[in-house]
Protein backbone atom coordinates (compact mmCIF):
# COMPACT_ATOMS: atom_id res chain seq x y z
CA UNK A 1 0.00 0.00 0.00
CA UNK A 2 0.99 3.42 -0.69
CA UNK A 3 1.94 5.30 2.43
CA UNK A 4 2.03 9.21 2.41
CA UNK A 5 3.09 10.93 5.62
CA UNK A 6 2.25 14.17 6.83
CA UNK A 7 5.15 16.08 9.53
CA UNK A 8 2.11 17.21 11.78
CA UNK A 9 -1.92 16.56 12.19
CA UNK A 10 -2.04 19.75 14.10
CA UNK A 11 -0.08 22.82 14.09
CA UNK A 12 -0.65 26.43 15.43
CA UNK A 13 1.04 29.03 14.29
CA UNK A 14 1.17 33.36 14.82
CA UNK A 15 0.30 35.24 11.92
CA UNK A 16 3.76 36.55 10.28
CA UNK A 17 5.57 33.10 10.74
CA UNK A 18 7.04 31.18 8.42
CA UNK A 19 5.09 27.57 8.21
CA UNK A 20 6.61 24.79 6.74
CA UNK A 21 4.17 21.76 5.92
CA UNK A 22 6.25 18.48 4.76
CA UNK A 23 5.17 15.43 2.93
CA UNK A 24 6.75 12.39 2.14
CA UNK A 25 5.15 8.94 0.14
CA UNK A 26 7.22 5.79 -0.10
CA UNK A 27 6.11 4.47 -3.04
CA UNK A 28 8.24 6.40 -6.01
CA UNK A 29 5.39 8.23 -7.36
CA UNK A 30 6.56 10.71 -10.08
CA UNK A 31 3.69 13.00 -9.41
CA UNK A 32 2.64 15.25 -5.74
CA UNK A 33 -0.04 17.38 -4.55
CA UNK A 34 -0.61 20.15 -2.28
CA UNK A 35 -4.32 21.09 -1.36
CA UNK A 36 -6.21 22.89 1.06
CA UNK A 37 -9.93 22.06 2.45
CA UNK A 38 -12.59 24.07 3.31
CA UNK A 39 -15.77 23.48 4.27
CA UNK A 40 -18.13 24.09 1.28
CA UNK A 41 -15.43 24.49 -1.17
CA UNK A 42 -14.32 20.82 -1.39
CA UNK A 43 -10.13 20.62 -1.99
CA UNK A 44 -8.54 23.48 -4.16
CA UNK A 45 -5.41 22.45 -5.03
CA UNK A 46 -1.99 24.72 -4.74
CA UNK A 47 0.77 23.45 -5.86
CA UNK A 48 1.85 20.26 -7.65
CA UNK A 49 4.64 18.70 -8.26
CA UNK A 50 5.85 16.00 -11.23
CA UNK A 51 9.17 15.90 -10.99
CA UNK A 52 12.07 16.75 -9.15
CA UNK A 53 12.79 20.41 -8.72
CA UNK A 54 9.67 21.17 -10.93
CA UNK A 55 6.66 22.63 -9.69
CA UNK A 56 3.36 24.24 -11.17
CA UNK A 57 1.10 26.48 -9.98
CA UNK A 58 -2.24 25.19 -9.38
CA UNK A 59 -5.76 27.37 -8.60
CA UNK A 60 -4.79 29.07 -5.65
CA UNK A 61 -0.96 29.70 -5.09
CA UNK A 62 -1.12 32.97 -3.91
CA UNK A 63 0.96 33.18 -0.50
CA UNK A 64 2.25 29.62 -0.45
CA UNK A 65 5.59 28.15 -2.38
CA UNK A 66 6.68 24.69 -2.37
CA UNK A 67 9.82 22.79 -2.28
CA UNK A 68 10.89 19.63 -4.28
CA UNK A 69 14.56 18.49 -3.64
CA UNK A 70 14.03 14.36 -3.59
CA UNK A 71 11.75 12.66 -5.55
CA UNK A 72 9.64 11.66 -2.11
CA UNK A 73 9.44 14.62 -0.09
CA UNK A 74 7.00 17.59 -1.30
CA UNK A 75 7.37 20.82 1.43
CA UNK A 76 4.27 23.10 1.08
CA UNK A 77 5.96 26.82 2.68
CA UNK A 78 3.66 29.81 3.48
CA UNK A 79 6.49 32.75 3.90
CA UNK A 80 4.47 34.78 6.15
CA UNK A 81 1.52 33.38 7.70
CA UNK A 82 -1.97 34.60 7.71
CA UNK A 83 -5.32 34.10 9.46
CA UNK A 84 -6.92 33.43 6.31
CA UNK A 85 -4.79 29.80 5.90
CA UNK A 86 -6.27 28.58 8.86
CA UNK A 87 -7.21 25.39 6.87
CA UNK A 88 -6.81 21.67 6.58
CA UNK A 89 -3.90 20.62 4.29
CA UNK A 90 -3.82 17.72 2.37
CA UNK A 91 -0.75 16.12 0.47
CA UNK A 92 -1.31 13.36 -1.94
CA UNK A 93 1.15 11.74 -4.96
CA UNK A 94 0.64 9.42 -7.88
CA UNK A 95 1.99 7.49 -10.23
CA UNK A 96 3.16 9.24 -13.85
CA UNK A 97 1.70 6.75 -16.31
CA UNK A 98 -1.67 7.14 -17.20
CA UNK A 99 -4.17 7.83 -15.28
CA UNK A 100 -3.97 7.18 -11.81
CA UNK A 101 -5.72 8.03 -8.73
CA UNK A 102 -3.83 10.00 -6.12
CA UNK A 103 -3.31 8.87 -2.68
CA UNK A 104 -3.60 11.14 0.16
CA UNK A 105 -1.84 12.07 3.50
CA UNK A 106 -3.70 11.89 6.68
CA UNK A 107 -4.12 16.00 6.14
CA UNK A 108 -2.74 19.09 9.01
CA UNK A 109 -5.17 21.02 10.70
CA UNK A 110 -3.24 24.56 10.51
CA UNK A 111 -4.55 27.50 12.58
CA UNK A 112 -2.81 30.37 12.48
CA UNK A 113 -3.75 33.24 15.38
CA UNK B 1 -12.00 24.10 -17.75
CA UNK B 2 -13.64 21.85 -16.27
CA UNK B 3 -15.64 22.03 -13.14
CA UNK B 4 -17.91 19.37 -11.17
CA UNK B 5 -20.71 20.01 -8.96
CA UNK B 6 -22.29 17.90 -5.93
CA UNK B 7 -25.83 18.88 -5.57
CA UNK B 8 -26.24 18.32 -1.98
CA UNK B 9 -24.31 19.26 0.87
CA UNK B 10 -25.59 17.67 3.11
CA UNK B 11 -27.45 14.15 2.76
CA UNK B 12 -29.62 12.54 6.01
CA UNK B 13 -30.26 8.76 5.85
CA UNK B 14 -31.95 5.98 7.92
CA UNK B 15 -29.49 2.67 8.49
CA UNK B 16 -30.65 0.02 5.61
CA UNK B 17 -31.85 3.00 3.34
CA UNK B 18 -30.98 3.37 0.12
CA UNK B 19 -28.86 6.67 -0.94
CA UNK B 20 -27.88 8.24 -3.71
CA UNK B 21 -24.92 10.73 -3.95
CA UNK B 22 -25.27 13.26 -7.15
CA UNK B 23 -22.44 14.63 -9.16
CA UNK B 24 -22.30 16.51 -12.43
CA UNK B 25 -19.52 17.40 -14.06
CA UNK B 26 -18.60 19.57 -17.12
CA UNK B 27 -15.93 19.48 -19.44
CA UNK B 28 -15.09 20.13 -23.46
CA UNK B 29 -12.81 17.26 -23.77
CA UNK B 30 -12.65 13.64 -22.16
CA UNK B 31 -13.36 12.94 -18.49
CA UNK B 32 -12.17 10.08 -15.81
CA UNK B 33 -14.19 10.55 -12.57
CA UNK B 34 -13.40 9.38 -8.89
CA UNK B 35 -15.28 9.03 -5.91
CA UNK B 36 -13.12 9.75 -2.54
CA UNK B 37 -14.81 9.01 1.10
CA UNK B 38 -13.45 10.87 4.04
CA UNK B 39 -13.73 9.12 7.30
CA UNK B 40 -14.13 12.05 10.26
CA UNK B 41 -10.08 13.10 11.03
CA UNK B 42 -8.87 11.28 7.90
CA UNK B 43 -7.39 11.91 4.74
CA UNK B 44 -9.30 10.81 1.13
CA UNK B 45 -9.49 7.50 0.19
CA UNK B 46 -10.62 6.13 -3.05
CA UNK B 47 -13.73 4.47 -3.39
CA UNK B 48 -14.09 3.79 -6.82
CA UNK B 49 -13.42 5.17 -10.41
CA UNK B 50 -14.91 5.27 -14.17
CA UNK B 51 -11.48 5.33 -16.62
CA UNK B 52 -13.27 3.13 -19.38
CA UNK B 53 -14.83 0.24 -20.58
CA UNK B 54 -18.44 -0.63 -18.78
CA UNK B 55 -20.10 2.50 -17.47
CA UNK B 56 -21.24 0.85 -13.97
CA UNK B 57 -18.49 0.96 -11.40
CA UNK B 58 -18.51 -0.88 -7.90
CA UNK B 59 -16.32 -0.31 -4.74
CA UNK B 60 -15.82 -3.30 -2.32
CA UNK B 61 -18.25 -1.81 0.06
CA UNK B 62 -20.96 -2.01 -1.70
CA UNK B 63 -21.11 1.44 -3.78
CA UNK B 64 -21.88 1.73 -7.14
CA UNK B 65 -21.84 4.84 -9.48
CA UNK B 66 -22.86 5.01 -12.95
CA UNK B 67 -21.23 7.31 -16.10
CA UNK B 68 -23.64 8.93 -17.75
CA UNK B 69 -22.01 11.13 -20.81
CA UNK B 70 -24.99 12.39 -22.11
CA UNK B 71 -26.46 13.87 -18.48
CA UNK B 72 -22.86 14.63 -17.19
CA UNK B 73 -23.35 12.99 -14.37
CA UNK B 74 -21.48 10.07 -12.08
CA UNK B 75 -23.85 10.04 -9.17
CA UNK B 76 -22.91 7.03 -6.51
CA UNK B 77 -25.59 4.68 -4.98
CA UNK B 78 -25.64 2.04 -2.38
CA UNK B 79 -29.07 -0.01 -1.41
CA UNK B 80 -29.08 0.23 2.06
CA UNK B 81 -26.52 2.35 4.46
CA UNK B 82 -24.22 1.40 7.25
CA UNK B 83 -23.97 3.86 10.41
CA UNK B 84 -20.15 3.12 9.56
CA UNK B 85 -20.65 4.82 6.07
CA UNK B 86 -21.14 8.11 7.66
CA UNK B 87 -18.55 10.33 6.28
CA UNK B 88 -18.30 13.24 3.53
CA UNK B 89 -17.71 12.14 0.31
CA UNK B 90 -16.41 14.06 -2.75
CA UNK B 91 -16.83 13.33 -7.03
CA UNK B 92 -13.31 14.24 -8.83
CA UNK B 93 -12.31 14.57 -12.43
CA UNK B 94 -9.41 14.14 -14.82
CA UNK B 95 -10.39 16.34 -17.82
CA UNK B 96 -8.45 14.94 -21.04
CA UNK B 97 -6.05 12.62 -19.29
CA UNK B 98 -3.10 15.08 -19.12
CA UNK B 99 -1.85 17.99 -16.83
CA UNK B 100 -0.02 15.45 -14.67
CA UNK B 101 -3.02 13.85 -13.58
CA UNK B 102 -4.62 16.99 -12.04
CA UNK B 103 -7.76 16.73 -10.58
CA UNK B 104 -10.97 19.20 -9.75
CA UNK B 105 -13.27 18.55 -7.03
CA UNK B 106 -16.53 18.77 -6.40
CA UNK B 107 -17.62 21.05 -2.64
CA UNK B 108 -18.29 17.50 -1.02
CA UNK B 109 -21.70 15.82 0.40
CA UNK B 110 -21.78 14.88 4.17
CA UNK B 111 -23.71 11.71 4.65
CA UNK B 112 -24.87 10.91 7.94
CA UNK B 113 -26.91 7.54 8.67
CA UNK B 114 -29.03 7.64 11.75
CA UNK B 115 -29.79 4.19 13.40
Known sequence: DVKVTQSSRYLVKRTGEKVFLECVQDMDHENMFWYRQDPGLGLRLIYFSYDVKMKEKGDIPEGYSVSREKKERFSLILESASTNQTSMYLCASSKAARIRAQNFGPGTRLTVT | ?115
Open chain 2, 1 to 115: AQSVTQLDSQVPVFEEAPVELRCNYSSSVSVYLFWYVQYPNQGLQLLLKYLSGSTLVESINGFEAEFNKSQTSFHLRKPSVHISDTAEYFCALNAGGTSYGKLTFGQGTILTVHP
